[in-house]
């Protein structure tokens, strides 16, 4: 048995903290929210993001960060990317020497362009820093549906630690070197899901999904690649495994978000009507600042972009990657 703290009490957070404690952990979850702590020790279940998945006694909470820290095998990083560095800036100061966090949000920070484990690593340069992502919809983890994820970690010993310690028969874990590809292909994945949303929305059907997909994945692979991340990592879980199922799925809420963008309400108003963190806003501005550095070409990126932050009409969008210049899918044996 392990000590295990959750930092956020979110949807995912709430789903990975009840397969912890069916993992037959200690268990302890912390929200900067009293009101949302009060609602999960009354109800054992997150009535707002998680409802009906009942959580275990056994688990606790607290609204004292040093609770969820101090004396923990494993922290668990669950708030959303935007709130990653002063989170992890308000963690420092109880945070032992190489202990392990894990961070499960996806993003890119706009300004520095920096992954959500290097801030961790900025902030808290003491920790043992370390991500867990893949096709993993909070809603299916909390009901023991089948699950297949990736730990990354800089070291084999601390990956197969969390494997160890999170794996079971309903939640399967791979280990990975690669923590920057992981980390790129959650973050970019969000803004291919905003533009299949958006394309939903227009009416567009399969086809257009399967081309959002595969046209998706081909430039964020671009872009990992060039930045050093694996090729295997852009084909496996957390490449075009998170791609697929959040560009395909209801319980994503960048595509909702995109949907509604698509049947033309304004971001703002899309981000308000879906309730949640949608991440891939946070996200698309960062990762053109990274397709400029890197030089890399990444269309579908670019008119999300524009659509989300100069108005553009998502049907203009639409056709102007369909009339883009002609291009050579495969060119090796010519």
Known sequence: MAKI?????????????????????????????KEEIEMLRKNREHLDKLPGV???????????????????????????????????????????????IVNVAK???????????????EE????????LSGPSHAEEVGKGMPTTIVAGAKTKKTAEYIQNLLMNKAFRVYTSPD?????????????????????????????TKA??????????????????????TFCGLTGIGDLIVTCASMHSRNRRAGILIGQGKSMEEAMAEVKQVVEGVYSAKAAMG??????????????????????????????????????????VGW
């Open 5 to 33: 703290g959750l930092i956020g009490a979110g949807s995912w957070g709430t789903a990975l903290s009840k397969l912890a404690a069916d993992n037959g952990h200690q268990v302890t979850v912390w929200s900067i929210v």
């Open 54 to 100: 009942k959580l275990p006694e056994s688990i606790s909470y607290t609204t004292e960060l040093p609770g969820a820290i101090a004396g923990m095998d494993l922290c668990i990083l669950a708030v959303p990317s935007p709130f990653t560095r002063n989170t992890a800036a308000l963690m420092k100061p109880f945070v032992k020497e190489g202990q392990i």
């Open 107 to 121: 993003g890119v920070e706009e300004k520095t362009l920096m992954t959500l484990s290097e801030i961790i690593e």
């Open 124 to 131: 808290i340069p003491q920790a043992d820093v370390a991500v």
């Open 179 to 207: 923590l920057l590809g992981i980390e790129l292909g959650g973050a970019l994945k969000n803004v291919i899901a905003l533009a299949a949303g958006i394309a939903d929305g227009l009416g567009c059907g399969d086809n």
């Open 211 to 232: 081309a959002l997909i595969t046209r998706g994945i081909t430039e964020i692979g671009r872009l990992g690649l060039a930045m050093g991340g694996k090729l295997e």
């Open 290 to 331: 990274l397709a400029k550095k890197f030089e890399v070409e990444m269309p579908i990126i670019e008119q999300v972009n524009l659509v989300l932050f100069e108005k553009k009409p998502a049907a203009q969008a639409l056709e102007e990657l369909m009339l883009r210049d002609k291009k050579i899918e495969i060119s």
